[in-house]
T-cell receptor, first 115, second 116 residues
Framework: NAGVTQTPKFRVLKTGQSMTLLCAQD?????MYWYRQDPGMGLRLIHY???????AKGEVPDGYNVSRLKKQNFLLGLESAAPSQTSVYFC??????????????FGNGTRLTVT | AQSVTQLGSHVSVSEGALVLLRCNYS??????LFWYVQYPNQGLQLLLK??????LVKGINGFEAEFKKSETSFHLTKPSAHMSDAAEYFC??????????????FGKGTTLSVSS
């Protein structure tokens, strides 16, 4: 059981380039989330999805887009990367059928550097 | 709106000493509270969670936390620190409990250092 898998693990982009981060989960979870982690800032929610075909904005959505075409996958896109998007990105999923206090399952993160 | 404040961005203890990591929350509804741990270059792992069944919650690796409504606190403790406890710890509150699409609101984290 792989849990939550993020690809790639590392990436370096130049300003203005685009890329897509992939998150895949094999737990049949409905809800998926993208967070970014920056030193001293904790984790901040970028976008989330409550099911296939649905997405919603989180706390810091600007500069990012997401898609949830398949239940198991949640993609995070950067259309035109900026140095301020240098961060570690975490995907997480949750089984809400088990109640609102169900724990998040996290991937191991994608470390993105924008130069 | 829900929020979480972790007091102290860095805590240092000696091996065998008491660990106390502080977390205060703000919530307009009964909160669901969590502590997560993050080891270097890894994702976050659940340590424990408060579910309203008991105010004292026991988690993995000997950690526990006590929910105090009067103080709006959920501090994390461990009686005796081990070198392997060195990590970053996050307190989190579940926003809009019982609502669809609820996401965790995280504190800014506390880095725990353990010296021998």
């Amino acid at each position: 059981n792989a849990g939550v898998t993020q690809t790639p693990k590392f990436r370096v982009l130049k300003t203005g380039q685009s890329m897509t981060l992939l998150c895949a989960q094999d737990m049949n979870h409905e809800y998926m989330y993208w967070y970014r982690q920056d030193p001293g800032m904790g984790l901040r929610l970028i976008h989330y999805s409550v099911g296939e075909g649905t997405t919603a904005k989180g706390e810091v959505p600007d500069g990012y887009n997401v898609s949830r075409l398949k239940k198991q996958n949640f993609l995070l896109g950067l259309e035109s990367a900026a140095p301020s998007q240098t961060s570690v990105y975490f995907c997480a999923s949750i089984d809400r059928d088990k109640g609102p206090n169900s724990p998040l399952h996290f991937g191991n993160g994608t470390r993105l550097t924008v130069t | 709106a829900q929020s979480v404040t972790q007091l102290g961005s860095h805590v240092s203890v000696s091996e065998g000493a008491l660990v106390l990591l502080r977390c205060n929350y703000s919530s307009s509804v009964p909160p669901y509270l969590f502590w997560y741990v993050q080891y270097p270059n890894q994702g976050l792992q659940l340590l424990l969670k408060y579910t309203s069944a008991a105010t004292l919650v026991k988690g993995i690796n000997g950690f526990e936390a006590e929910f105090k409504k009067s103080e709006t606190s959920f501090h994390l403790t461990k009686p005796s620190a081990h070198m392997s406890d060195a990590a970053e710890y996050f307190c989190a509150v579940s926003a809009l409990a019982n609502q669809a699409g609820t996401a965790l609101i995280f504190g800014k984290g506390t880095t725990l250092s353990v010296s021998s």
